[in-house]
């Protein structure tokens, strides 16, 4: 059986635990807060992150002590909020064993740096290229609590040990596929989240399918060509990780971005949405984060610039929609 180590114990990193549990591995979730850990070590259940699951595997643990937790980790999951990231797994980096493999579930760019998620996890660990996977995809985490048919996507440079994590977290009911396109799988699984916001947003204002479809599509349109120009392959974004995960954060109020941006939508300041929603969504920080990728590459983001103009002035949903439009005729 394979040993592998969750950092963080939220929704999505306890759903992904039960999955790795489910495939048949000796799963270890590491979390800061004791009740949560108390309650996955002692009662099989995350009632705080996740308490539609009652009873968690009996092959998943639970400590707070973070060299405890990746001693003898095979492979290391990170499942930690991307803004908090660097600070989090400075923490572990002496303390991770050199044959260890470790994956990212996380969605983000990094605010103060402009910086992916893996660079900044292989950054702070001092790790290989060839041992850093990112795993993203249509990932709603009650959806996969629920154990209901879904599927993923494991990137690394080396695809034998995209393999190997891909077969860790397969089971009757959640599919892993494998790439070699890091930098495609990282930019979709981050630049969606604001296209979800924008599709929340009409949402909330009233407007419908049309609406929809065409924020979507001219969303996954200027990922795509930012992806291109930071070296993505654009296939990747007409895949699981592009596509898949549009449709799955753009269509379900269980994505926290979209009930964002459907409060924004209905009229709520970003303070009152942050404060309804329990936090703010992973597509506000990373919204300016794209904007400046955007100048970096030399590649235009007018839906990304628009929701920048909702977020820091508070423009409406139709002024929004009037900024993405643009002026002129443009070829699609």
């Not at 937790?69 to 930690?80: G, K, Q, T, Y």
């Not at 599509?217 to 930012?226: D, F, Q, V, Y």
């Amino acid at each position: 059986m394979t040993n592998v180590t969750v950092l963080g114990a939220g929704a999505w990193g306890t759903a992904f635990g039960q999955v790795l549990a489910d495939a048949g591995n000796n799963v270890t979730m590491w979390a800061i807060e004791p009740e949560i850990v108390e309650g996955i070590r002692d009662h099989h259940h995350n009632g705080v992150r996740l308490p539609s699951v009652k009873v968690l595997p009996s092959n998943m643990t639970a400590t707070g002590d973070r060299a405890e937790a990746v001693a003898n980790a095979d492979i290391i999951i990170v499942a930690i909020a991307a803004q908090f990231a660097r600070v989090a797994l400075a923490e572990f980096k002496e303390l991770i064993p050199e044959t260890a493999l470790v994956a990212s579930l996380m969605k983000g760019i990094e605010r103060t740096t402009g910086k992916r998620m893996d660079e900044v996890v292989m950054e702070t660990l001092d790790l290989p290229a060839d041992h850093f996977a990112a795993i993203s995809g249509p990932n709603l985490s009650k959806q996969i609590a629920d154990r209901e048919p879904a599927a993923t996507v494991v990137a690394c440079e080396n695809l034998d040990n995209a393999r190997k994590i891909a077969a860790a977290c397969t089971t009757d009911y959640f599919r892993a596929f494998v790439t070699r396109d890091v930098i495609g799988l990282e930019m979709c699984g981050s630049l969606k989240n604001v296209v979800a916001l924008a599709v929340g947003m009409a949402r909330g204002a009233g407007y419908g399918e049309n609406t929809a479809a065409m924020i979507e599509t001219r969303g996954l349109a200027e990922l795509t060509a930012l992806g291109e120009a930071a070296g993505a392959d654009p296939k990747t974004f007409a895949g699981l990780a592009g596509v898949g995960d549009l449709i799955a954060t753009c269509g379900s109020p269980l994505s926290r971005n979209y009930t964002f941006g459907s409060n924004l939508g209905k009229g709520l300041s970003v303070e009152e949405a942050t404060k309804v929603s329990n936090g703010v969504a992973e597509g506000v920080p990373t919204t300016d984060a794209v904007v400046a990728l955007g100048k970096q590459y030399d590649v235009p983001t007018p839906l990304a610039t628009a929701m920048s103009h909702v977020l820091s002035d508070g423009i409406s949903c139709a002024q929004m929609l009037s900024e993405l439009f643009g002026e002129g005729i443009s070829e699609e």
